[in-house]
């Protein structure tokens, strides 16, 4: 029923800045929540960050700092912001949707931060 597609990776040396976009569609409630999770290889998808329809938002402690999310009023899209990487913030970037976590997941996007 929701979709969710994203774009912005690429390839970054370190210390440099991302941003990743997030086009979501399809018929949604208006209390929602979106938010993105992260997979490196060779390890578990990972969350990263999350906005609530009333703007709150949630950083995991690893990205605090240097990651920021956002999202436009109606919340057809999300935003990740990623400032200062490191080449372990190197994985594949997922955006999602849900309501106390996610229920639905976008293809994803590749981000590559080199030393």
């Known amino acids: 029923q929701v979709q969710l597609v994203e774009s912005g990776g690429g390839l970054v040396q370190a210390g440099g800045s991302l941003r990743l976009s997030c086009a979501v569609s399809g018929n949604r409630p208006r209390v929602h929540t979106l938010g993105w999770g992260r997979q490196a290889p060779g390890k578990q998808r990972e969350s990263v960050a999350s906005i609530a329809s009333d703007g709150y938002t949630n950083v995991e402690e690893s990205v605090k700092g240097r990651f920021t999310i956002s999202r436009d009023n109606a919340g057809n899209t999300v935003y990740l912001q990623l400032n200062n990487l490191e080449p372990e913030d190197t994985g594949v970037y997922y955006c999602?949707?849900?309501?106390?976590?996610?229920?639905?997941w976008g293809q994803g996007t590749q981000v590559t931060v080199s030393s």
């Open positions: 999602w949707y849900g309501f106390l976590g996610p229920n639905y």
